[in-house]
């Protein structure tokens, strides 16, 4: 599938000496942004530089399946766009935007995600296996059947988030803000919820063996089908 099709906007790069290079890209100009990406025109290390996106269009940007695997990207911004089946894996990404992006399929196998923001993005099927995420919002952000086994989330806030069905097996959510969050059926088999923020959360059939709930006010949770006998540090 052509991935550039109706792609066109302005890009602003920018290294760590402040020189900025803008291009605008149109249909006829498939390859420019990944050259810009790849440092092919700039000749510069991936990690000094910051790649911005602007969508002068109303539509979303498509790059179904674009691959941005292994790289060190600064404050790119890919709100709005359609990411299905794009790959992020062994990726560092600081400042990213993907808020309301829809990311289906996306794989972020091992990335490391600091201070991004995915509000409001639809992530469904996802495998973010490993991944870190650091200071980041992931507010109203749909992770129904995601895989988010080994992941870690640190300071990170996923109010009104649906993590529905999702595989979080030894998943780190320490001091996350999960609150009003939909973790119906999720498996969180021996995941670190410790001093998380569940008000109004709903396990309801939610698989919590070995998982630590130390700190966690289950008052106002949904532990409908809810077996707790495995779970740890329960407080009632």
């Not at 507010?139 to 870690?152: E, F, M, T, W």
């Not at 998982?211 to 966690?216: D, E, H, I, P, R």
């Amino acid at each position: 599938m052509e991935i550039w099709n109706r792609f066109k906007g302005i890009f602003s790069i920018s290294n760590t000496k402040g020189k900025n290079k803008h291009i605008e890209l149109n249909n006829n100009d498939k390859s420019k942004l990944l050259e810009y990406i790849e440092l092919k025109l700039t000749g510069k290390k991936e990690h000094e530089l910051s790649v911005y996106y602007t969508n002068k269009l109303d539509r979303k940007l498509e790059l179904d399946g674009i691959d941005l695997s292994g790289r060190n990207l600064v404050s790119i911004n890919l709100s709005n766009a359609n990411l299905n089946n794009a790959k992020f894996s062994d990726s560092k990404l600081l400042y990213p935007k993907f808020n309301d992006a829809i990311l289906k399929n996306s794989i972020f196998i091992n990335s490391k995600l600091d201070r991004a923001n995915f509000q409001g993005a639809i992530m469904k099927n996802s495998d973010l296996s490993n991944a870190g995420f650091l200071k980041s919002n992931l507010n109203y952000v749909n992770l129904d059947n995601v895989n988010l086994s080994g992941a870690g989330f640190s300071d990170c806030k996923m109010i009104q988030s649906s993590l529905k069905g999702a595989k979080a097996l030894g998943a780190r959510f320490i001091k996350v803000n999960l609150t009003g969050a939909n973790l119906e059926f999720a498996d969180l088999s021996g995941a670190d919820l410790s001093n998380a923020k569940l008000a109004d959360a709903k396990l309801k059939g939610a698989i919590l063996n070995g998982t630590n709930l130390s700190g966690v006010n289950l008052y106002s949770v949904d532990l409908n089908e809810v077996d707790l006998k495995n779970a740890k540090n329960v407080e009632l």
